[in-house]
């Protein structure tokens, strides 16, 4: 080859490459230009589909918890002006009062055992309707119907049942255990374990319905790979599904926990708190110092309270229980 080609050859190699960068670079413009109209499309969507949410959100959620904040610093009974500023003298009535005490405690009592109680019962119904069982089908809408319900219509069906003289008593009678027939809901050592049975009897179809949910994403492979090794029953769901539902029992702690705090319906249609307060929460203490009492102001700073014992059970059990999921969750998403 003479040196004119080989001079030739060096300097087309420069100018090839500079052109082939201008031309991705003409490409990249390109497609700059041309994704700007759908990222523009993309955020009028987001827009258009999140602004009626927020609007909701704003005036039906966080506007009237700034309310009742403003209003829970007056003593105020509903009618007229705002006047009578006393600061944060409701908060420590109601912190320091008895009654509300009790009300938290009865909270935390029903709180506790639907932990203790309807944990293990939810997670056994749910692996004995997992099977392959006869009427499957049936015995699942069993267990459902109660939760599909109204609040409404389960008070007024078991406080016919329990009223004296009625189903439940005729029924222990007729057994022989005409012994344990009580007043039900007149009685104060007992009202608040009455509540929580038909509490139980309301809302355990939705643990097992979500934790079924949960079973169905077990792999079956792993109960074959553990059957073969050689362990029985009990050791595969105590080493091998329990762990993998562990997300699942962990999202209906939560949810019934809240669902505890926040107890309302059925124990004020069926008692209205009493007899003498024995099975009064907080919302239904709520409920009867602002509404029926007509102290809006101390109404409002118990509802405040509420809320933030609320929130704040719900940022430490994010923070320290359902992190590692939500975390596993979008690693997945990501990945």
């Known amino acids: 080859m003479s040196s004119d080609a080989r001079v030739t050859d060096r300097a087309v190699g420069p100018v090839s490459a500079v052109a082939g960068s201008k031309a991705l670079g003409g490409r990249i413009r390109r497609a700059r230009q ?41 003593n105020w009974n509903g009618f007229g002006p705002l006047n009578d500023f006393i600061g944060l003298q409701n908060y420590h009535d109601a912190i ?58 389960t008070a007024v069906v078991w406080l016919l049942l329990l009223q004296p003289g009625g189903a439940v008593d005729q029924a222990l009678q007729s057994v022989g255990l005409g012994s344990l027939v009580h007043q039900w809901l007149a009685n104060t050592s007992i009202v608040l374990y009455t509540l929580f049975v038909v509490i139980t009897w309301k809302y355990i179809g939705f643990g097992i319905i979500l934790l079924l949910a949960g079973l169905q994403g077990v792999p079956p492979e792993l109960r074959e790979v553990a059957a073969i090794d050689g362990a029985t029953p009990w050791q595969t769901t105590r080493h091998i599904v329990l762990p993998l539902l562990g997300p699942t029992i962990r999202i209906w702690i939560f949810l019934s926990v809240i669902g505890s705090l926040q107890l309302f319906d059925l124990v004020w249609i069926m008692t209205l708190g009493g007899p003498a307060n024995a099975s009064s929460t907080m ?6 110092h602002g509404f029926r009492r007509y102290e809006f102001g101390y109404g409002s700073a118990v509802a405040v309270i509420l809320f933030m014992i609320c929130f704040a059970f719900a940022l430490i059990y994010q923070r320290f229980v359902l992190r590692r999921d939500t975390e596993g969750a979008l690693t997945r998403i990501v990945g």
């Open 34 to 74: 041309a994704g700007r109209p759908g990222g523009l499309r993309k955020w009028l969507e987001l827009s258009l589909l999140l602004t009626p949410a927020l609007v909701l959100f704003l005036g039906f959620v966080l506007a009237p918890i700034g309310v009742a904040a403003y209003y829970s610093f007056y």
């Open 96 to 153: 320091t009062g008895q009654v509300f005490q009790g009300a938290v405690v009865h909270n935390l009592i029903i709180a506790g055992l639907s932990i203790v109680v309807q944990l293990p019962l939810s997670i056994g119904l749910a692996l004995l309707l997992n099977r392959n069982l006869r009427g499957r089908a049936f015995l699942r809408l069993i267990v459902f119907a109660p939760y599909v319900l109204s609040e409404a219509i």
């Open 283 to 288: 919302a239904t203490y709520l409920i009867d």
